[in-house]
C-alpha cells in the first residue's frame, strides 16, 4: 500500500556529516507520522527520531539529540534525516517508517517500513 526507499547511507568519518532520504510512494495519506529507527548488528531495533505530518512535531532519542535532525516535504512525500557530529556508534542500517496519526517510539506503532540504508562511521 506504501512503499518507503531509503537513501543517502554511506561510509562516512567520525564527526563528519550525512543526510538520509526517506521518499514515500503508492496510497500515501495526510496526518502520517515518519519515524527514523537504526538497527546495528546484534541489538534491537531503536528508535532515533519522529516527526508529525505537519512537521511541528518531533522528537529524539536522546542519544542523537543536538546532532540529528527529521524533517519532512509533503510536497515531495519524503522524510530527511540531517546527521551532524557522527560517530562510530551511530553506525547501523536505517530505516524509515510511517504510521497515521500521531508520531510513535516504538517500531510495533508503525504500519510501513523501507528496507534500511546502511550508515557505516569510522573512527
Known amino acids: 500500500q506504501v512503499q518507503l526507499v531509503e537513501s543517502g547511507g554511506r561510509l562516512v568519518q567520525a564527526g563528519g556529516s550525512l543526510r538520509l532520504s526517506c521518499a514515500a510512494s503508492?496510497?500515501?495519506?495526510?496526518?502520517?507520522?515518519m519515524g527514523w529507527f537504526r538497527q546495528a548488528p546484534g541489538k534491537e531495533r531503536e528508535f532515533v527520531a519522529a516527526i508529525s505530518w505537519g512537521g511541528g512535531t518531533t522528537y529524539y532519542a536522546d542519544s542523537v539529540k543536538g546532532r540529528f535532525t527529521i524533517s519532512r516535504d509533503n510536497a515531495k512525500n519524503t522524510v530527511y534525516l540531517q546527521m551532524n557530529s557522527l560517530k562510530p556508534e551511530d553506525t547501523a542500517v536505517y530505516y524509515c517508517?510511517?504510521?497515521?496519526?500521531?508520531?510513535?517510539?516504538?517500531?510495533?506503532?508503525?504500519?510501513?517500513w523501507g528496507q534500511g540504508t546502511q550508515v557505516t562511521v569510522s573512527s
Open positions: 503508492g496510497r500515501t495519506f495526510s496526518n502520517s507520522a
Open positions: 517508517a510511517t504510521r497515521w496519526g500521531l508520531p510513535g517510539l516504538l517500531p510495533k506503532e508503525y504500519d510501513y
